[in-house]
């Protein structure tokens, strides 16, 4: 400490009224009154608790009790120059706990534990049979329909993504043209095959452009560069969902490529959860693990095998084991890219339609970049059909 926080002793108190500069160095012996001395003593530093003198263990016993009623545990400075001045006026007390208070901290903290251990999980599981029934009911039924299911999915996406876009960055992709565009893309991939799907690409990137020219020229380059990727990113991907479709096994081709998605997501969390030590992207999605991303290529490659030996017309096991081995890196590839977009928009979701998943683009992530993937394969093993 500074001899300068000890403050300076008055003229009286020194002997014979010397002054240090005045007789050179201090003697030996004492120099002033032995009285003087006590009472320049500086005191000791006493904590100012309110339960200053009890032993540690009934603070601790105190604190806990505290803690359960929901009231915050006593506390105060460590020393008294902590203190407010006297005056200043009377030292404010804190308020006392509400009797609810217990009951509140421990529903907060129920809350809090809920947060931590993820969705809803009974409604995941019942809107994931609702959509599944949607799906197969139209998928086996009548085709179009279907189609008109990947249109909605499309539409409903885009609107997702524009608005994020457009809360979080101000970035204003129009979404007219990007629906009307999506939907034709989807259509004319069912109907004129990937030659249909390149055209109503190229025509609705065109409308973008020319859409965004109806407004002030201020971010047109940020606008039109952002709906050009919305629309290359979403229906110009589900596009090839299409395409499977058209062929004469299209169902069944439709439906290997959302099984293998699902039980890929699906063997990554399993084994993720179960055994994940290593992290795959921390940066982008902290919960992925390597372990995780070997337990859905396990997962799929062995379902791939099956599928394309008792499924798909012309199909052999080892060509389902190359399959699922794709899928289970698109669809990694395809969630990491889905998040890296939601954690630059600074959210959690893409929406809140769907209960226990988020947005349609929450379950969409996974499947877009499979389709071309997929599609690709099965023209590869087995042809266009």
């Known amino acids: ?39 320049t003593r500086p005191m000791p530093i006493v904590p100012d608790f309110p339960d200053a003198g009890r032993d540690a263990e009934d603070r601790d016993r ?40 217990g009951r509140a901290a ?8 809920k947060k931590k251990a993820g969705r809803d999980l009974r409604a995941a599981i019942g809107v994931g049979v609702g959509l599944g029934a949607v799906i197969g009911a139209s998928l086996f039924v009548v085709k179009a329909v279907f189609v008109g299911v990947i249109v909605v999915a499309v539409v409903v996406g885009l609107w997702e993504l524009t608005s ?43 409308a973008v452009l020319v859409w ?9 380059l940020r606008d039109v560069t952002a709906g050009v990727f919305a629309a290359f990113y979403v229906p110009f991907l589900a596009t090839f969902v299409a395409l499977m479709l058209a062929a004469d096994d299209g169902a069944w ?34 919960g992925k693990t390597w372990e995780g991303l070997l337990g859905a290529i396990g997962f799929a490659m062995v379902a791939g095998a099956l599928f394309m030996e008792f499924l798909i017309d012309g199909g052999s096991w080892w060509q389902g084991l190359l399959l699922g081995l794709a899928v289970a890196i698109s669809a990694t590839l395809g969630d990491l890219g889905e998040s890296m977009i939601k954690r630059d928009l600074g959210i959690k979701d893409m929406g809140a339609l769907l209960p226990g998943h988020g947005g349609i683009m929450d379950r969409l992530d996974s499947l877009l970049p499979t389709a071309p993937v997929v599609w690709l394969l099965l ?5 266009s059909g």
């Open 1 to 39: 400490m500074n001899d300068s926080s000890w403050g300076a002793l008055p003229r009286a108190d020194y002997v014979g009224g010397w002054r240090p500069s005045d007789q050179g160095p201090v003697s030996a012996g004492p120099t002033y009154d032995e009285r003087d001395a006590q009472q």
């Open 62 to 101: 105190d604190a806990r009790e505290q803690r359960e009623r929901g009231a915050a545990p006593l506390s105060g400075p460590l020393f008294r120059d902590d203190q407010p001045d006297p005056a200043s006026g009377p030292v404010p007390t804190p308020p006392s706990a509400p009797p609810t208070a």
């Open 106 to 113: 421990r529903s907060g903290r129920a809350a809090r534990e």
């Open 164 to 206: 994020r876009l457009r809360e979080r960055k101000e970035i204003k992709a129009p979404l007219v043209p990007l629906a009307v565009g999506g939907a034709a893309m989807v259509v004319a991939g069912y109907a004129r095959g990937a030659e249909g799907a390149w055209v109503a690409m190229a025509l609705t990137a065109l």
């Open 212 to 220: 965004r020219m109806t407004e002030p020229p201020e971010g047109y």
């Open 253 to 286: 081709r439709v439906l290997v490529f959302l099984a293998l998605t699902v039980i890929s997501d699906t063997g990554a969390y399993a084994v993720g959860w179960r055994f994940g030590r290593r992290r795959l992207a921390p940066r982008i999605s902290p």
């Open 379 to 383: 023209v590869l093993f087995v042809g």
